[in-house]
């Protein structure tokens, strides 16, 4: 984990750069080509400022994140995706949220560690990347010194995420779909999986396979999430073969049975009922198959 003397310079040597990508937005794969300092919007319908829906600490993530004292969680306003199922759509796609600055945010991430976070866990990060790096630079300087956690979809730009190469210190990215028309038809967008797996690697190549202290808490490393989906939707034999033969076998992976119809999936057959005891069971074996034997399975 790099010191936070480091990741401030790293901060002060970016900054500017990673601002002048919103000036024709290319933060996200989507590449609008709209200037956020000017506030003019995107597929987001962010511009400037961040946006924040809520943080707190949080106890129902992964162990290794959320660990006994619990994770520190930014939950973003606004996604770059627009999943029919989205769990979160209040503040995925209603924009549910208030607009703060930068020194807000930092105050924010400051309280968290106050409050004993094992990390800060930044929710949603894509589209805000320059600003969660400004705000963390004023964090830095005010003595932040807890383990990040950039918590995403997945669909991130490699010109990004090299913004960010020594500066998080945990990704945990979704893996959503290994089928380019599911990303499709249930997130809008074209090419998730070709994305995905790019910044899964570039991940992977950043941080390593996870490493966790002696009381099982994550310091640095890749969590890869699968939420399994009924009918096979998410792809997941693909996905797990992905991780096995092309990142590695020690991934650990966050296999996700919580699935349940929220938001459009309501009205979208096979998307609108929970996944079968058989489902996830096929999943799990899956996991064996591949050998990836480190990682999460939910009872
Ligand atoms: S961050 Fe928002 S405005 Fe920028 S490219 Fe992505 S969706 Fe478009």
């Known amino acids: 984990m790099t010191k936070p003397s480091g990741k401030l310079s790293l901060l002060e040597e970016r900054i500017d750069d990673a601002y002048r990508m919103l000036e024709s937005c290319r933060i ?9 300092i000017r506030e003019e919007t995107g597929a987001c319908v962010l511009g400037r400022n961040p946006v ?27 996604c770059n995706l627009r999943c029919v199922f989205c769990q979160n759509y209040p503040i995925s796609q209603l ?12 105050d924010m991430m400051l309280n968290l560690q106050d409050k004993g976070a094992h990390n800060i866990n930044f929710v949603t990060p894509t589209h805000l990347v320059p600003q969660i790096m400004d705000a963390l630079r ?34 945990m990215p979704d893996m959503k ?27 992977h190549r950043q941080v390593g396979d996870l490493v966790m202290d002696d009381k099982g808490i994550a310091v640095k490393g890749l969590l890869v999430r699968h939420l399994v989906l009924p009918e ?19 991934t650990y992976v ?30 799990v074996e899956l996991l064996e198959k591949y050998g990836l034997t480190r990682g999460w399975i939910q009872k």
């Open 138 to 171: 004023i964090a830095y300087e005010r003595g932040l010194e807890i383990p990040l956690v950039y918590n995403t979809g997945g669909y991130d730009s490699l010109e990004v995420l090299h913004l960010l190469e020594g500066i998080v210190d945990i990704y």
């Open 28 to 36: 996200c794969p989507r590449r609008c080509g709209i200037n956020r």
């Open 254 to 283: 966050s296999l996700m049975r919580q699935y349940f119809p929220a938001y459009k999936a309501v009205d979208m057959p096979p998307l609108d009922r929970r996944i079968t005891e058989e489902e996830y069971k096929e999943a």
């Open 52 to 78: 924040v829906s809520s943080f707190n600490l949080h106890f129902g993530e992964e162990p290794p994140i959320s660990g006994y004292r619990g994770s520190g969680t930014i939950f973003f306003t606004s």
């Open 232 to 250: 096979g939707i998410a792809g997941t034999e693909e996905v797990l073969k992905f991780l096995a033969e092309e990142v590695s076998r020690d």
């Open 95 to 106: 924009r549910h949220g208030r607009e703060v600055s930068v020194r807000t945010l930092a």
């Open 177 to 203: 779909y290994s089928d380019p028309e599911m990303g499709l038809k249930y997130s809008g967008v074209p090419n998730y999986p070709q994305v995905n797996k790019e910044a899964i690697k570039e991940m």
